[in-house]
């Protein structure tokens, strides 16, 4: 104990010192965006912490699951089989429909679109900073990921990577109010953006002219044109439309239709014209990836 | 060079802030989340000011960083913050009731949170909601808990 006659430089000069240093990280990281492969390099040290912190839920999921009594699986085998049965002859149609419209595209003289592929991951963290909605996935830079790719669940687009370790990776959600993306009306094709609120269940479309032809049960699909998310994929639905004159703009609140607020398993899209290509882990990784299966974008 | 006494314990004290700063919730409990990394920090900077001192909080303050994927920076100079007054005070501290402890820790981690919101908001336009001040409440209330743990654990393990 040596509190009472200190060495050293003084407790305030320590104090702005410590403030001085954290003030210089805000301005490289928010300014000056040097700090990308220190943050690569930090969260990659950090994945641990955001296993760890995942462990209970795996172990009890695990428990659950060996309690899982043999009528069960057979009841849940038997439920799921007849959609997979659908889905597969879906997927026969939708095959032949692809190479169709290939042969199409190329009679028009316009670009075949290059395949994409996908590789499923499990959400591991969520941040629980209340100002920005991100989720951690535990896919880095290891199995190809790469900052700026998209990232989908079964209804619709989520989000895109921001930041990505060697074995996680940090997922921006489209409802995260610094987040934009370039959708497109289904019905008519009129192009708008639409910026996260803060809220999961809400974005709000920007500078929609008091005129245009969008009613409520619109769907959106991204455009294509932000060039981060491919196109033709569902994002969000009209359900309000604000018409007020007194605005410069009609104030449109769409939901999105993926389940922000639920998301457990997700899809890593790599679309057709990246040069990043997805690296799938040994036979021991999920079995729901699949090298071999080549979907088309 | 020597290993002080109560290193690991110490480390692992710090590990496990940070996970259960991480610990998926169900959403109803995420709101109310404790500011653990606060209560720890100030119960160490209290205890062992010798010690923990402002090299640790900066480096806490980053990982929380990265692990709260906000920029670099905004939770360091909010921890920074709350560090001050508890160094410059920790012999009085030492001395306060429980009550008034508890009522101190509130403080601190009100203005650890309207710092790291003012942040949020002159950088990245964030948007205040009070929810986001219900953790001071939990915080307080879990204080005295804490305080009491860390003071076994300090001892059993022999930190100093």
């Known amino acids: ?297 | 060079m020597w290993i002080k006494s109560g290193l690991v314990p110490l480390l692992l004290s710090y590990l496990a802030a940070l996970v259960l700063m991480v610990l998926p919730l169900p959403s109803v409990l995420e709101v109310w989340r404790p500011d653990w990394i606060s209560l720890l920090l100030i119960y160490w900077l209290m205890a062992i000011p010798h010690r923990v001192g402002f090299v640790t909080v900066l480096m806490l303050g980053l990982l929380t960083d990265i692990l709260m994927g906000s920029g670099f920076g905004i939770y360091t100079i909010a921890l920074v913050a709350v560090a001050y007054p508890v160094l410059r005070h920790f012999q009085r501290l030492r001395n306060q009731s429980m009550l008034q402890l508890t009522v101190f820790v509130g403080l601190l981690v009100l203005a650890k949170r309207m710092i790291v919101y003012q942040l949020e908001h002159v950088l990245n336009d964030a948007v205040f909601n009070l929810p986001y001040l219900y953790p001071v409440i939990t915080s307080m209330l879990a204080w005295p808990w804490v305080y009491l743990l860390l003071r076994k654990y300090r001892q059993t393990y022999a930190i100093r």
């Not at chain 1, 210089?24 to 930090?42: E, G, K, Y």
């Not at chain 1, 007194?246 to 607020?261: K, N």
Request: glycine share 6%; charged share 20%; with cysteine.
């Open chain 1, 1 to 297: 104990m040596k509190s009472l006659f200190e060495r050293g430089p003084s407790l305030r000069t320590r104090f702005f010192i410590a403030l001085g240093c954290a003030s210089l990280l805000l301005f490289l990281d928010h300014r000056l965006n040097t700090m990308q492969p220190v943050r690569s390099f930090l969260s990659t040290v950090v994945s641990p912490i955001q296993y760890l912190a995942v462990l209970p839920q795996q172990i009890s999921a695990r428990i659950d699951y060996s309690l899982t009594t043999r009528s069960e699986v057979r009841k849940d085998n038997e439920r799921l089989g007849n959609p997979l049965l659908e889905l597969e002859m879906a997927a026969q149609r939708l095959n032949f429909i692809e190479s169709e419209n290939d042969r199409l595209r190329q009679l028009l003289g316009s670009d075949v679109r290059g395949a994409s592929r996908r590789m499923v991951t499990e959400v591991v963290a969520v941040a629980s900073d209340p100002f920005s909605h991100q989720v951690v996935i535990n896919k880095g830079s290891s199995n190809g990921a790469y900052v700026g790719q998209p990232v989908l669940d079964n209804r619709g687009i989520v989000g895109q990577l921001v930041s990505v370790g060697l074995n996680t990776a940090r997922v921006l959600l489209i409802s995260d109010q610094s987040h934009a993306i370039s959708l497109r009306v289904q019905r008519n094709d009129i192009r708008v953006l639409a910026q996260g609120t803060g809220d999961l269940q809400k974005l709000a479309l920007l500078y929609i002219s008091h005129s245009s032809d969008i009613e409520v049960g619109d769907v959106l699909l991204s455009s294509g044109l932000d060039e981060v998310f491919p196109e033709g994929y569902p994002v969000a639905e009209v359900i309000e439309i604000d018409r007020n004159e007194q605005f410069q703009y009609a104030q449109v609140a769409v939901r999105p239709y993926a389940q922000l607020d639920r998301v457990r398993s997700l899809l890593l899209l790599w679309p057709g014209h990246v040069d990043e290509q997805p690296v799938f882990g040994r036979a021991n990784d999920d079995a729901a990836q699949r090298p071999e299966v080549n979907y088309v974008d």
